[in-house]
């Protein structure tokens, strides 16, 4: 009977550790967002700098697969714009690529001539990550030599309550709630860990 209960218990907390990966994942980016995937009319290069992309995220292609595919190559196909070396090739006019791995992919149209007139995307994809952290600003050094007592910077006492306060480096760039989610994701990965020892 014991045995029953864990079996059931262990199922249990499968499904659920599944159904919450399927339901957080990562950022979905729509390529070109309402244009799509298209020759012309589209800054690839722009609307790929406006977005940060994460390992966990998926491109979604949108297009006439009359008239165009998505060709994913590597980065001296994608200068040459040669489609004949695919990495992989996608056809059905809605395609979503999993961004499984960080670094640069590169992905065109196959189709001739469509590449060398703009349809060719490049992204870095980087790492997943649990969002920006901000360090603190160590302060400055101060000659033992000095006598006077420094003059308290703005950054480095608060006026209300003179706690610390910490400046923040360069803007990060904008993320999604797939942060938070991974986060839940992780407690959720350790929970089914931790029942897995229990009641084994």
Request: charged share 10%.
């Amino acid at each position: 009977m014991a045995l029953i209960k864990s079996k059931s218990f262990f199922t249990f907390l499968m499904i659920l550790v599944a159904l919450l990966g399927v339901a957080v994942g990562g950022t979905v980016h729509k390529v070109g967002d309402s244009n799509g995937w298209t020759m012309m009319g589209v800054d690839y290069e722009a609307w790929a700098s406006s977005r940060t992309f994460q390992v966990g995220d998926s491109l979604v292609f949108e297009y006439n697969n009359e008239y165009h595919d998505v060709t994913q190559v590597t980065l001296n196909d994608f200068e040459l714009c040669e489609p004949s070396n695919s990495l992989a090739t996608y056809q059905t006019g809605s395609d979503m690529v999993k961004l499984t791995k960080p670094g640069v992919q590169n992905f065109i149209c196959g189709v001739p001539g469509h590449c060398d007139v703009g349809q060719k995307l490049q992204i870095h994809v980087l790492p997943a990550s649990l969002g920006p952290v901000a360090a603190p600003v160590p302060r400055p050094v101060r000659s033992p030599s000095s006598f006077s007592p420094p003059s308290p910077s703005p950054l480095a006492y608060s006026p209300v309550n003179n706690a610390p306060q910490y400046q923040m480096g360069q803007s990060p760039a904008p993320h999604s709630s797939a942060s938070s989610s991974r986060i839940w994701i992780g407690l959720c990965s350790l929970f089914l860990l931790l029942s897995l020892i229990v009641f084994s």
